[in-house]
Every structure is written in structure tokens, then in C-alpha cells.
């Protein structure tokens, strides 16, 4: 398949380290109704997304006030709440992007 040639492909920065990167490389955060931070694996959840670096060092700062302040920033003011299980959908999907071989069903 030939990539169609793009004269702009999406840019978005990290959150926590301001890096740009294409979007499709970075992770993106969504909120739900209830102000919880989801992992939006296939970044497909229609609403306002944050985006962070596909990197553990941006990952685990998520939670530091560091990350609180981006992350209330990137929402404007509406996050509640950071679940565990959320950082440990993005820590999974980091590693198995890393070991190159993931399984996608
Ligand atoms: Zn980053």
C-alpha cells in the first residue's frame, strides 16, 4: 500500500514534556461524563483529548502535580479523578508497542 502523500500530517504535544509528535504516535487521554481520565487507545472518543509520549518517564509523571496541573490545564479544570487502571492500559500498551511483536485482535 502507498502512503498518499501528505502535505500536513497532525501535530499534538505531550502534556507533560511539550514534545511534538504526529498524533497517531502519542497516546491520548479523553474524560468521560463522570470527569475521569480514560485511555483512548484508538483515539477515536469524540471530545476534547490530551496527548502523552508513548514513554514511561511521561507516563509516570502523569501523576505527579506536575501532570495534575497539565492535565487540569489540558481539560480545563474538569478532571476528578486519574485511575489506576487507566495508567495501567497506557503502561501495557507502551510495553507491547515496545516488544514490536504486539498482538492486535
Ligand atoms: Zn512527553
Known sequence: MFPKR???VPQRSCIICN???P??????LVLDEKGR???DERQRI???G???????ACVAKLFTKHGDKRLRWAFKGRVRELPQK???RILATIESREGGNATDE
Open 50 to 56: 490530551a496527548y502523552v509520549c508513548p514513554a514511561h
Open 37 to 39: 481520565v480514560l485511555f
Open 6 to 8: 501528505k502535505r500536513h
Open 46 to 48: 469524540l471530545g476534547r
Open 23 to 28: 498524533k497517531q504516535q502519542l497516546l491520548r
Open 19 to 21: 514534545k511534538k509528535a
Open 86 to 88: 487507566t495508567i495501567d
